[in-house]
C-alpha cells in the first residue's frame, strides 16, 4: 500500500478553476495507476479521470474537456486540474492508487472537498 494526501478544494464559482493534488509516499510510486474519484452526498463513488504507469489518460465523460490529469514522478504527485466548474463537480475527490503489479486493492487518500456555488 502507499500513502496518499490530497489538497487543493475549496469553494469557487461556475465556471472557476481549481488544481487537486495528491502527494505519495512509495518508493515504487511510477508504476502505479492513479485514479482521481470523487463522492457526493447521498451518491455513490465515481471514477474522474486516471492515468496509468504509462501515462495513457481516460476521463469520465462528464469531465472530458474541461479536467486534465497529470502525474510528476519525480515528486511522487498526481493532479488534477479542474476548469469550467459546474455545481455538479461539487463532491469529496478521492485519490486512488493501484500497484500494476500488484493489483490486489487500491490505496485512498482522505478526500478534499470540491464545493461549486454561486
Known amino acids: 500500500q502507499v500513502q496518499l494526501v490530497e489538497s487543493g478544494g475549496g469553494f469557487v464559482q461556475p465556471g472557476g478553476s481549481l488544481r487537486l493534488s495528491c502527494a505519495a509516499s512509495t518508493t515504487i510510486f511510477s508504476r502505479y495507476n492513479m485514479n482521481w474519484y470523487r463522492q457526493a452526498p447521498g451518491k455513490q463513488r465515481e471514477l474522474v479521470a486516471q492515468?496509468?504507469?504509462?501515462?495513457?489518460?481516460n476521463y469520465a465523460d462528464s469531465v472530458k474537456g474541461r479536467f486534465t490529469i497529470s502525474r510528476d514522478n519525480d515528486k511522487k504527485e498526481v493532479y488534477l486540474q479542474m476548469n469550467l466548474l459546474k455545481s455538479e463537480d461539487t463532491a469529496v475527490y478521492y485519490c486512488n492508487a493501484i500497484d500494476s503489479l500488484q493489483p490486489v486493492f487500491g490505496s485512498w487518500g482522505q478526500g478534499t472537498q470540491v464545493t461549486v456555488s454561486s
Open positions: 492515468i496509468s504507469s504509462a501515462s495513457v489518460t
